[in-house]
């Protein structure tokens, strides 16, 4: 029986990403897909025949550009295309504001509609991008282990404190006091205007269950302004739509030597003595392998262990981890 040393579940956007690096690493590979094609919440769908779009993923401005150096992707066909406009808001009663990637031409746009927000407008971008370089840090960091920490983490550890000294006193003090932030009230500390409000804020709460005022919601605001966007956000499309990022990355996976199967479900992660061994498919074959990495979402990953493996707490908080309603998005 061929042995990997990692078999990847799922082929979204995350697990293609974790394949490609691994089997850059000289490791083998092997990604499992229960989809008939590679993606995930990165694909581009037929909504009529002919007629593709975005499925809830229509941007990539939160793919990393060492990510796109990394894996040779531009080599593989992915264009990205970066407006000049990140953001809009249109007003019913005509026009709206357009928030331009260029802070000063952002804020003129804001001074034609409300002209006590303009410099507020240029405080808080400053002000986010300066938090943010800091959140690059984290949002880079490989998470410690608490019950084992290693030299590693200790020296991440040193290399987050260095980043938060850097900041400096009076941006120290902010940063701790906006990350746990609702973001409503992070972005009214220095706007007024509703509809601009609204605009900022909604980067806060984007692809998650929290509402504006949600405590934790500015946190995500700053972590999704990390890579120089400010508090516009960095706005980014692939050309061919998410899709093209999805193939990219397939096609890099393969080019380092992973082996990539769509149409087959995993059902099963199998295990011996409190270690992964592979994974048990839905045709009843089963796939050795020294690691097993999941993609899939916390609930659907503890769904493919046994209680016993996955242990009473584990289990319960996974099962308490909310993920209640719909989305409906419209892209214009």
Do not use: C
Request: aromatic share 4%; no cysteine.
């Amino acid at each position: 029986m061929t042995v990997y040393d990692a078999v990847l579940v799922g082929a979204g956007h995350n697990g293609l990403v974790a394949a490609a690096y691994l089997a850059k690493a000289g490791r083998r590979v092997l990604v499992l897909e229960r989809a008939e094609e590679v993606g995930g919440l990165a694909r581009t769908l037929e909504i009529a025949p002919g007629y593709r779009a975005p499925g809830p993923l229509a941007t990539v401005g939160g793919l990393r550009r060492s990510v796109v150096r990394d894996l040779g992707l531009a080599s593989h066909g992915l264009r990205v295309v970066r407006p000049e406009v990140a953001a809009f808001a249109p007003d019913p009663d005509g026009g709206g504001i357009a928030l331009h990637r260029d802070p000063h031409r952002a804020a003129e746009e804001v001074k034609s509609r409300s002209p006590a927000d303009a410099e507020g407008y240029l405080k808080l971008d400053r002000r986010v991008r300066s938090v943010a370089s800091f959140v690059a840090y984290v949002a880079a960091a490989t998470p410690p282990d608490l019950e084992r920490p290693s030299l590693a983490d200790a020296l991440t550890g040193l290399t987050l404190g260095r980043a938060f000294r850097r900041l400096g006193e009076r941006a120290r003090r902010e940063a701790l006091r906006m990350l746990p932030m609702p973001a409503a009230d992070l972005v009214g500390d220095f706007v007024e205007d509703e509809r601009l409000r609204a605009l900022l804020a909604a980067r806060g709460v984007s692809l998650t269950a929290m509402g504006p005022w949600a405590a934790g919601s500015g946190a995500w605001l700053l972590l999704r302004s990390v890579g120089g966007g400010g508090v516009a956000g960095e706005t980014a499309y692939a050309i061919g739509g998410p899709g093209a990022l999805a193939q990219a990355l397939a096609t890099s996976a393969r080019g380092f030597g992973a082996e990539i199967r769509t149409g087959e479900e995993v059902v099963a992660v199998t295990t011996r003595d409190d270690r992964a061994t592979g994974v048990a498919l839905a045709s009843g074959e089963q796939i050795a392998a020294r690691a097993v990495v999941s993609a899939a979402d916390p609930k659907r990953t503890l769904g493919l262990l046994t209680p016993e493996v996955a242990g009473p707490t584990l289990l319960w908080r996974g099962r308490n981890l909310r993920a209640p309603g719909s989305v409906a998005l419209v892209n214009v």
